[in-house]
């Protein structure tokens, strides 16, 4: 069974900073693309982030230019660094991994990001 372990939630002021981390295992890391997802209260679970294995990148256009995607295939890590963070941004975050790209997926626990003065 694919194991997702996400980490690095918190509270952070707006215009802060954090960075997610998920450990993927028991995965052939190669062949899935990974994604960071988040949902907020009373909101559908939406697509924050995607990088296939080869570093191709898909960014909703709500954290374009503030949050960056990175993998490290060595590792079996993807990351997901977000800057100048804004209240709306708060929600919880999870990581998936797609096989091939596609299907639902495999997701992590989540993490909860609380952007908040």
């Known amino acids: 069974q694919v194991q997702l372990v996400e980490s690095g939630g918190g509270l952070v002021q707006p215009g802060g900073s954090l960075r997610l981390s998920c450990a993927a295992s028991?995965?052939?890391?190669?062949?899935?693309?990974m994604g960071w997802y988040r949902q907020a209260p009373g909101k559908e679970r939406e697509l924050v982030a995607a990088?296939?294995?080869?570093?191709?990148?898909n960014y909703a256009d709500s954290v374009k230019g503030r949050f960056t995607i990175s993998r490290d295939n060595a590792k079996n890590t993807v990351d997901l660094q977000m800057n100048s963070l804004k209240p709306e941004d708060t929600a919880v975050y999870y990581c998936?991994?797609?096989?091939?790209?596609?299907?639902?997926?495999?997701w992590g626990q989540g993490t909860q990001v609380t952007v908040s003065s």
């Open positions: 028991r995965i052939i890391f190669s062949m899935y693309t």
């Open positions: 990088i296939t294995y080869g570093g191709i990148t």
């Open positions: 998936n991994a797609k096989y091939l790209g596609s299907g639902p997926g495999y």
